[in-house]
């Protein structure tokens, strides 16, 4: 359209100035452009309007190219945050939790102070009631000195015994007591070493990582969905596997070495970090001997984590002192799903 407005405007002009180009043409004896000269002067202005056009094209892309990107980087940005809500929910529920515990820790130990003092108090009043009767017995017995000295030997002599008795009564709930405050207190330590130990589990894996030469699983849930326990030992942590038979009895992953190997640390990485997390709740890890006899880890079961990262959900096991020809997974009553399993030496 550009062209051809440009050729009717010069057509126009010409149209305009006819007779005086003519004449001046046929004045200094020239001949006028022709009609070729003037199809190629059109056509080298639509090849360049062409080629800025295709320009134009580029730039658009470069620019639709550039908004994808930002797009990307706005919603890395937003995953990035939405972590770190979740990091700062499960630090204020382990807060929280331990500040419970720690209130029912004060609690507990006032009411055992106010029990205590409660039984000193009454003890206190039936020794004064003993006193204020020895007393009686001292002014009512003046005739029979020798009788009363007896009595009074007698009763006190019985009261030192009940005191000693009282004595080793207070002395033993002031033990109880004291067990159960250690009790108590060690309690709370427990809960704080778990929670620092629940921090730092990351840097617990040591040694180096003992290849699997073969791995299996009980069932497979499809094998079209291709969640073979091969997915688990790939190293991709997008891939996972699935066994498939009905949550209703025991489901199973075993992990072979190519020879027999002394045990660390296992790493289990839950298969899933949606709602069906907590499948994994309760599964136990053994060392294989042989094929027919496992030995128990020292810390062999899977407590499932709050958080859908995979700092949140990623566990591990200490097998320390086993030796076998590999590991194995047991889960009762639900599907076994792994993202990736690694098995470490001491």
Not at 109 to 133: D, F, K, P, V
């Given at each position: 359209?550009?062209?051809?407005?440009?050729?009717?405007?010069?057509?126009?002009?010409?149209?305009?100035?006819?007779?005086?180009?003519?004449?001046?043409?046929?004045?200094?004896?020239?001949?006028?452009?022709?009609?070729?000269?003037?199809?190629?002067?059109?056509?080298?202005?639509?090849?360049?309007?062409?080629?800025?056009?295709?320009?134009?094209?580029?730039?658009?892309?470069?620019?639709?190219?550039?908004?994808?990107?930002?797009?990307?980087?706005?919603?890395?940005?937003?995953?990035?945050?939405?972590?770190?809500?979740?990091?700062?929910?499960?630090?204020?529920?382990?807060?929280?939790?331990?500040?419970?515990?720690?209130?029912?820790?004060?609690?507990?130990?006032?009411?055992?102070?106010?029990?205590?003092?409660?039984?000193?108090?009454?003890?206190?009043?039936?020794?004064?009631?003993?006193?204020?009767?020895?007393?009686?017995?001292?002014?009512?017995?003046?005739?029979?000195?020798?009788?009363?000295?007896?009595?009074?030997?007698?009763?006190?002599?019985?009261?030192?015994?009940?005191?000693?008795?009282?004595?080793?009564?207070?002395?033993?709930?002031?033990?109880?007591?004291?067990?159960?405050?250690?009790?108590?207190?060690?309690?709370?330590?427990?809960?704080?070493?778990?929670?620092?130990?629940?921090?730092?589990?990351?840097?617990?894996?040591?040694?180096?990582?003992?290849?699997?030469?073969?791995?299996?699983?009980?069932?497979?849930?499809?094998?079209?969905?291709?969640?073979?326990?091969?997915?688990?030992?790939?190293?991709?942590?997008?891939?996972?596997?699935?066994?498939?038979?009905?949550?209703?009895?025991?489901?199973?992953?075993?992990?072979?070495?190519?020879?027999?190997?002394?045990?660390?640390?296992?790493?289990?990485?839950?298969?899933v970090w949606n709602q069906y997390k907590t499948?994994?709740?309760?599964?136990?890890?053994?060392?294989?001997?042989?094929?027919?006899?496992?030995?128990?880890?020292?810390?062999?079961?899977?407590?499932?984590?709050?958080?859908?990262?995979?700092?949140?959900?990623?566990?591990?096991?200490?097998?320390?002192?086993?030796?076998?020809?590999?590991?194995?997974?047991?889960?009762?009553?639900?599907?076994?799903?792994?993202?990736?399993?690694?098995?470490?030496?001491?």
């Amino acid at each position: 359209m550009i062209l051809l407005s440009l050729f009717f405007l010069a057509l126009s002009f010409g149209l305009v100035s006819g007779q005086q180009r003519n004449a001046t043409v046929i004045a200094l004896g020239m001949r006028p452009n022709s009609k070729e000269s003037v199809l190629d002067s059109c056509q080298a202005l639509k090849e360049e309007a062409q080629e800025i056009r295709q320009e134009g094209y580029s730039a658009i892309d470069k620019a639709d190219i550039i908004r994808d990107q930002a797009y990307r980087v706005k919603d890395e940005a937003y995953d990035l945050k939405d972590e770190a809500y979740d990091i700062k929910e499960s630090a204020l529920e382990a807060r929280s939790a331990l500040e419970t515990t720690l209130l029912e820790t004060l609690i507990l130990m006032r009411s055992q102070a106010t029990a205590t003092n409660l039984y000193i108090q009454e003890i206190r009043t039936t020794l004064s009631s003993l006193t204020t009767r020895i007393d009686k017995l001292e002014q009512g017995q003046d005739q029979i000195k020798e009788k009363e000295s007896y009595t009074l030997s007698s009763l006190t002599s019985k009261m030192y015994m009940l005191e000693d008795e009282i004595g080793d009564h207070i002395d033993e709930k002031v033990a109880l007591l004291s067990e159960k405050l250690l009790t108590t207190l060690v309690t709370v330590e427990a809960i704080q070493e778990e929670q620092r130990s629940g921090e730092n589990d990351r840097e617990h894996k040591s040694g180096e990582l003992i290849p699997a030469t073969r791995v299996e699983q009980s069932s497979t849930l499809s094998p079209i969905t291709n969640y073979g326990p091969q997915k688990a030992v790939d190293g991709d942590i997008n891939t996972f596997s699935h066994t498939g038979s009905p949550p209703l009895g025991q489901e199973w992953f075993r992990y072979y070495f190519a020879k027999e190997q002394a045990v660390g640390q296992i790493k289990v990485v839950n298969g899933v970090w949606n709602q069906y997390k907590t499948r994994l709740n309760g599964a136990k890890v053994f060392v294989m001997a042989n094929d027919l006899h496992r030995s128990a880890c020292r810390f062999n079961t899977i407590t499932v984590r709050e958080g859908v990262s995979l700092e949140a959900q990623t566990y591990y096991l200490d097998c320390t002192g086993n030796t076998g020809i590999g590991v194995e997974i047991v889960l009762d009553n639900n599907y076994l799903e792994l993202k990736e399993i690694g098995v470490y030496t001491p």
